[in-house]
């Protein structure tokens, strides 16, 4: 850990809010407080956060944050720019709706813009939606769960993404699902002369462009979906992306994810999460599903292992220490295969670690600082939002 350097902490935080939810009730399970970026899809604050029976905030309530950051990932070393998010709460809506905003740059000349956001209107439908543009020096290992550090392409990925997604309520308050659509343009460039990438064998390494048509479902029980204190969430989504629409073959991707939050008393709470994704057809290699990341085993480099099937589990114990501060001991395991029955268990890759969060809102927008471990040799995370 001690030979990657610590960055500065963020440099200024502005925290408000005009009109901030009502009191939650006491005694309620932990501190509160989320895409993929996800998230798509696919935070602590510092009073208790209402129960799911607890009163709704109350319509046109809201509350915001905005600063400058600097930050600091496995994938992209030191890097800074600034951040904003607001949370407001529609008249007859279930839940309170958020917007988020993300611009950065990296020392090691990687960009991105980032626009995020989860409504939920007063019928119970949640509209979700996140745009990217992106420009990331990068690195291919390779496919498969033991291919080597050895193996290491540089390449730069040019890319700008929009997915969408409109979730009907079918059980009041718990039970949604609706149509899904991924619109996606990458270009490929910096390819190492005489590499795998520059062979020609491997999909999508000139680029694609792609229409992702399918749909998805969730069954939400969670108290609220930042940094939640009690409950459950399970997602699946289907994806399809037809040879006729965009620059590339056909191929479809498909992925289950469940997390489950569990109050221990005194503020505390145990959450556990797994996801299985699995590709078919001919993706590129970019969509490939891939371990690693902010989220999924920390303490791996985001894509260090990808193949066409992906599994992943983790669990996170959540403790609170004073005012806005919560403390986090986390471990995770998972592998990657070319198909969910290849996968093995003498291959699976284990992470875990320690991290502190500091509440921003009082919906449960954090800044989060993880320390992980793994057979890689340990990573930090310094960032906004948390990893489930």
Not at 49 to 54: R, Y
Not at 136 to 141: E, H, K
Not at 190 to 201: D, F, I, K, N, V
């Amino acid at each position: 850990m001690l030979r990657r350097a610590v960055p500065l902490a963020l440099a200024v935080a502005l925290a408000g809010a005009a009109a901030p939810p009502e009191p939650a009730t006491p005694d309620s399970g932990a501190p509160a407080a989320p895409p993929e970026p996800a998230a798509p899809d696919s935070g602590a604050p510092a009073a208790p956060v209402a129960a799911a029976s607890a009163a709704k905030p109350r319509p046109g309530a809201f509350s915001w944050f905005a600063l400058p950051v600097i930050f600091w990932l496995p994938e992209t070393r030191l890097g800074y720019g600034a951040t904003g998010g607001i949370h407001f709460h529609l008249a007859g809506a279930p839940r309170t709706s958020s917007l988020f905003l993300v611009g950065a740059y990296t020392l090691n000349g990687q960009g991105s813009a980032d626009v995020a956001g989860d409504v939920y209107l007063r019928n119970g439908m949640l509209l979700a939606g996140r745009v990217r543009l992106v420009h990331f020096p990068d690195a291919f290992y390779g496919l498969g769960s033991t291919s080597p550090t050895s193996a290491r392409e540089p390449y730069t990925r040019r890319w700008a993404q929009g997915i969408f997604s409109a979730e009907l309520p079918i059980l009041a308050g718990r039970l949604r699902a609706g149509p899904r659509l991924d619109l996606r343009g990458e270009d490929i460039r910096g390819l190492r002369p005489g590499g795998l990438l520059a062979s020609g064998t491997v999909e999508g390494a000139d680029g694609f462009s792609a229409v992702g048509l399918g749909a998805s479902a969730a069954w939400d029980t969670r108290d609220r979906p930042l940094f939640p204190r009690s409950g459950s969430f399970l997602q699946a989504w289907y994806l399809h992306y037809p040879e006729a629409i965009g620059r590339h073959r056909e191929f479809a991707a498909a992925n289950v994810e469940g997390r489950i939050f569990i109050p221990l008393g005194a503020e505390r709470v145990l959450g556990a999460a797994a996801f299985v994704e699995e590709a078919f057809g001919d993706p590129p290699f970019t969509l490939l599903p891939k371990l690693g990341s902010t989220r999924f085993l920390r303490g791996w480099r985001e894509g260090r292992f990808r193949d066409r099937a992906a599994w992943a589990a983790q669990t996170e114990l959540r403790v609170p220490i004073w005012s806005r501060i919560t403390g986090t001991a986390f471990g995770a395991l998972g592998d990657v295969a070319p198909d969910l029955a290849s996968l093995r268990a003498d291959t699976i890759k284990i992470a875990g670690g320690v991290g502190l969060r500091y509440r921003l809102t009082p919906e449960g927008a954090n800044i989060r600082l993880d320390v992980a471990e793994s057979r890689a040799g340990p990573e930090i995370y310094l960032l906004v939002l948390d990893a489930f």
